[in-house]
């Protein structure tokens, strides 16, 4: 693996039919105390009630950003339910912030190689982005930079991400794309959810049968300007490039009173890639014996570096 990750792998046995499945669509999002800032993320959640039993699975990975802002993020390697949802690489990212005069919060869900429903929908990358703005006198949200890539329904391939709530009839239900949920008095308080994809099923009765979300962002702030001295940061995250050239990123960077400079960086760009050709835990502690060697490579880069820790540790662990 070229980073730390969790694999999340959940089977549902023998799961032909899906009965008696009931979830939320929509949540509703009580805004905090004035200034303050909020921000969640997932890749992959759904509810479903097998042989009367209820099986919740979800959402995964799933961040939730502190009110007084920072960065959160996550990843897992992978999900499958059998019949519902599988997908390779799920991410997720929150950050925001406080200011004297404003506050903001951006959310990112990103979900690769999707097959909801063997196959009646499927994606190459599915993203998500909510970002939420507000400055005493005007708060925004949008969802820019969402993006669907390869996406294809029942074999049909949709090569451009839709607008907003999009839906589109399946058998049985439908496949709300970009779907985008907005909340606030646009003056000092605006929230944004976004669903990339929302399947949902239901029977002959009208009741659902299969409610499948991948990757959802939401953000939100709440702020009423009051000025205050304090030293400055940044937090942001966003996207980098179009179609399948494309980054995304979450920082949180700044002094905050006598600690001095800190700085939080996730970065992710599909065109490089970086290998661990090296790593010995030759005792303990590991400074001084411990060894890696890594190298990174990508369109006009070639970096590598190697030799023992001057600080830190690796740690072994066999089964």
């Given at each position: 693996m070229n980073q730390r990750m969790r694999q999340y792998v959940v089977s549902l046995a023998a799961m032909g039919l899906l009965v008696g499945v009931t979830m939320e669509s929509a949540r509703a999002w009580n805004f905090a105390?004035?200034?303050?800032?909020?921000?969640?993320?997932?890749?992959?959640?759904?509810?479903?009630?097998?042989?009367?039993?209820?099986?919740?699975?979800?959402?995964?990975?799933?961040?939730?950003?502190?009110?007084?802002?920072?960065?959160?993020?996550?990843?897992?390697?992978?999900?499958?339910?059998?019949?519902?949802?599988?997908?390779?690489?799920?991410?997720?990212?929150?950050?925001?912030?406080?200011?004297?005069n404003k506050a903001s919060a951006q959310s990112s869900a990103k979900v690769e190689g999707v097959n909801l429903l063997n196959g009646v929908v499927r994606a190459e990358a599915v993203v998500a982005m909510s970002t939420s703005t507000a400055d005493g006198s005007t708060a925004t949200s949008t969802g820019e930079g969402s993006t669907l890539i390869g996406l294809r329904i029942n074999g049909t391939p949709l090569d451009v991400t839709p607008p907003p709530n999009t839906t589109i009839p399946i058998p049985g239900g439908a496949v709300i794309l970009n779907e985008q949920i907005f909340e606030g008095d646009g003056v000092h308080t605006r929230a944004l959810t976004v669903n990339m994809i929302h399947v949902v099923l239901q029977d002959p009765l009208g009741a659902i049968t299969a409610d499948i979300i991948v990757s959802s962002a939401h953000s939100d702030v709440n702020f009423v300007p009051a000025p205050k001295a304090g030293n400055a940061f940044m937090t942001g995250g966003g996207k980098l490039g179009t179609d399948r050239d494309f980054a995304t990123f979450g920082l949180n960077a700044g002094s905050r009173g006598s600690g001095g400079l800190h700085g939080h960086l996730q970065y992710t760009d599909h065109g490089y890639s970086f290998t661990v050709n090296k790593a010995c835990d030759n005792g303990e502690p590991g400074v001084g014996v411990d060894f890696l060697d890594i190298s990174v490579s990508g369109p006009g880069v070639s970096y590598s570096r190697h030799g023992t820790l001057t600080g830190g540790n690796l740690q072994l662990h066999p089964e």
């Open positions: 105390p004035a200034n303050s800032v909020s921000g969640e993320a997932f890749g992959v959640s759904a509810k479903a009630s097998v042989s009367g039993a209820e099986v919740t699975v979800g959402p995964t990975p799933h961040v939730v950003l502190c009110p007084d802002g920072g960065m959160v993020s996550d990843r897992v390697a992978r999900i499958a339910v059998p019949n519902v949802a599988t997908s390779s690489t799920l991410e997720v990212v929150t950050t925001g912030s406080i200011g004297p």
